[in-house]
């Protein structure tokens, strides 16, 4: 007897848990009232006093080492609780995580809004499937005007023209600053970057969606030179402190007077090139004070207050600061191009 409570001594000491399969296994063989050590009672107990002598204190041991052992080993299976197989092998070389980098369009708006936020500007959203009147009446779009066609513009669903308006996918973010006016009185200054939608072929300089960031500011005394200079400013901050700025006369029906905003080509500063058609000019945003007809839209009197907006398409900052000259591009999700950007910020 002496012998078999060596061995299984030795057997106990030598166990380890792999799972709770193996752990049972283990309460079954040392533990249990069937199990050898309860078996070995049962002889112990048929044995005469000198024998008893002989084998009682190791045989009490080895009863209190496999509940000792137990205990471990439910205690080291607790610890390793979801870290899964223990048989791993650590000599393996290990998976490298790949760190990604912003997309290069998140890295123009992010810089856009950085821009603005140090002008005092904070940043709206808005929704992406709008009303016809946020989308265009309220902003002074006559019935008629071609925007509102069918080829320009992206309907969710038609309007029946009296209770119901058209709903559609919004063609700027111009939405967000008719919700804000309706919402909060001015002083506003916000800008709102957002996705937008036409209805145009894909090309290398069209596509069927893309990004704007809109600025407004509405208060008492805003003039066109708070415009200029803030539009100024950022075209300086973007581009760098050599960059030119124009304005150029334009139309847009929310705005009045408006204009276009153009930055000296960046490519062949002002000599001409490709980019920027010989011209030595490329065009970045549109602009302008805000029309009356809109302010009065939101219930703000244009008598008593006045503001400027303007908009630019963040694929258009984001080609000319990287010279990236194919828009589909920023869609394809091809890595090659991605990664390209993960050394700027
Ligand atoms: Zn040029």
Known sequence: MQELIQKLAKEL???????????????????SKKGVISQLFD???ELSGEEKKKVGKALNELKQAAEAKLKLLQESLESNAGEGDVSIDFTLPSTQNKIGNLHPLNLT??????????LGFNVADGPEIEDDWHNFSALNFPENHPAREMQDT????KGNGEGSQDILLRTHTSNV???????QKPPIRSIMPGRVYRNEAISARAHCFFHQVEGLYVDKNVSFADLKQTLYHFAKEMYGKDIQIRFRPSFFPFTEPSAEIDISCLICHGKGCTVCKHSGWVEIAGSGMVHPNVLRNCDIDPEEFTGFAFGMGIERVTQLKYRVNDLRLYSENDIRFLKQFKTVM
């Open 154 to 157: 992206f309907f969710v669903e």
């Open 43 to 45: 002889e112990f107990r």
């Open 177 to 183: 600053q008719i919700r804000l006016m309706q919402k």
């Open 13 to 31: 000491d030598e166990t380890v848990a792999t799972g709770k399969d193996s752990l049972e296994s283990f309460r079954l063989k040392f533990i």
């Open 109 to 118: 708006r992010y810089k856009i809004i950085q821009i603005f936020e140090r």
